[in-house]
């Protein structure tokens, strides 16, 4: 299975503050990588796709790049709603694999 | 906007039979992928598998002794069947669509249910 590691686990930022969270899978997934916000008691929420396209309805503070095996998420202008946890996820090979999520807190 | 809403008993007896439908409103059931997603504070998100109109499925190899996917067309279902379970197999399960965006083969679980909670005991 091809492995995804988040990092970091846990941030803490203040509103109006960027966030960078990335992404490592263990072997090249092209550009098949998948972006998904969680509130807490909520399903997850798909943000971007194919590495760095915005999912429909999706606000542009948001924005993915990255190929290969490396990626990033960068939430900018961070909203009280924005706090929540990030979770990766690649659909190059089955199984799908997700990574370990990072949790966005408040500062 | 694709709907889902997963349904199915709470509570499941060890070495029995964990079974869950997601019912499927607002869009087309045919013509696409249905996943299961399970997650669990200790493994996080694991992907269980999918399932196509016509029956075919794809598993993750970690459940793939007993686990059944199903489609129905007419009932605008998607249903899971679990087999021995145990208490590993509590968690919050989610039915999402996967969604192929165009012949590059991009795709993604862009819509999901709320979830389901499902406790293995005795």
């Known amino acids: 299975d091809i492995q995804m590691t988040q990092s970091p686990s846990s941030l803490s930022a203040s509103v109006g503050d960027r966030v960078t969270i990335t992404c490592r899978a263990s072997?090249?997934?092209?550009?098949?990588l998948a972006w998904f916000q969680q509130r807490p008691g909520k399903a997850p929420k798909s943000l971007i796709y194919?590495?760095?396209r915005l999912q429909s309805g999706v606000p542009s503070q948001f924005s993915g790049g990255g190929s290969g095996t490396n990626f990033t998420l960068t939430i900018n202008n961070l909203q009280p709603e924005d706090f929540a946890t990030y979770f990766c996820?690649?659909?190059?090979?089955?199984?799908?694999?997700f990574g370990g999520g990072t949790k966005v807190d408040i500062k | 906007q694709v709907h889902l809403q997963e349904s199915g008993p709470g509570l499941v007896k060890p070495s029995g039979t964990l079974s869950l439908t997601c019912a499927v409103s607002?869009?087309?059931?045919?013509?696409?992928?249905w996943s299961w997603v399970r997650q669990t504070p200790g493994k996080g998100l694991e992907w269980i598998g999918e399932?196509?109109?016509?029956?075919?499925?794809n598993y993750n190899p970690a459940f793939q002794s007993r686990v059944t996917m199903t489609l129905d067309t007419s009932k605008y279902e998607i249903s899971l069947k679990l087999t021995s379970v145990t208490a590993a197999d509590t968690a919050v399960y989610y039915c999402?669509?996967?969604?192929?965006?165009?012949?590059?083969?991009?795709?993604?679980?862009?819509?999901w249910g709320q979830g389901t909670l499902v406790i293995v005991s005795s």
């Open positions: 999402a669509r996967t969604y192929y965006y165009d012949a590059s083969g991009y795709k993604n679980l862009d819509s």
């Open positions: 996820q690649q659909h190059n090979a089955y199984p799908y694999t």
């Open positions: 399932v196509y109109r016509s029956g075919s499925t």
């Open positions: 194919a590495a760095s």
């Open positions: 072997q090249d997934i092209r550009s098949h």
């Open positions: 607002g869009g087309s059931i045919s013509g696409n992928w």
